[in-house]
């Protein structure tokens, strides 16, 4: 088949889940802070999550909300997501200046299973013209570990996978890939016929830098969901 493959660059790879980085750009005027997003991935939560650093900044965020960049003081912090019930999950993160950072909390509340994943948000350089840096984050509980694609749309999977056996909580480098439309695909685990997701046609402009987040869905309509996280703000 002529896959989307093909047009990669730099093969998808597994990171370590906490992952850390350097830029070279400043935050706002020049300031050495860092700069935190946040997102909500937990299943199962009642009304607004608080995500956050103990000392700020924070955000309330509903399921699958994510918050804008923030400020926040480079060091070791304190990073903690709490509903009405208490808090959720806390965890240690160490933030460098001037670094991007996105911390997601995954897994469900209802049992109050959560983790947390820790991303550097900086690739090393920017996607050249009709390219685009596209990495992949495995958040979903439930679905444990599974094979990845990325296609054009409209191809099936055949057998090779980008990644093998990306389990819960696992994430990739980024890798290089042709810029356009891609489609996630994940299927259990060296079985290309047993499909668990597919995304359908996701849009990624030229020159960007994208994290595709697998979730926990809604159980009464999706038990896999997806989150595109914008790495470029």
Sequence with gaps: MTGFRPRRLTPLVLASLVSFGCSDSSGPNGSLDAQMRYVNAINNTVGVVEIGLEGGPTSELLFKGESVYADAAPSFRIAFAADQEGTLRSSEVFLSARTHYTIAFV???D???????????DPGGEPDQGRTFVRI??????????????????????GSPDVAGLDWLDVTLYGDFASGELDLVLTKVAEPDSVLFESGPISIPSASTRTLLVIDGSAAVDAIDLIVLNDDD
């Design 107 to 109: 897994g469900r509340a």
């Design 111 to 121: 049992i109050r299973l959560v983790s947390v994943i820790f991303l550097a948000d």
């Design 137 to 158: 984050a495995q958040g979903g509980l439930q679905v444990g570990d599974v094979d990845v694609y990325l296609l054009e749309p409209g191809d099936e999977v055949d």
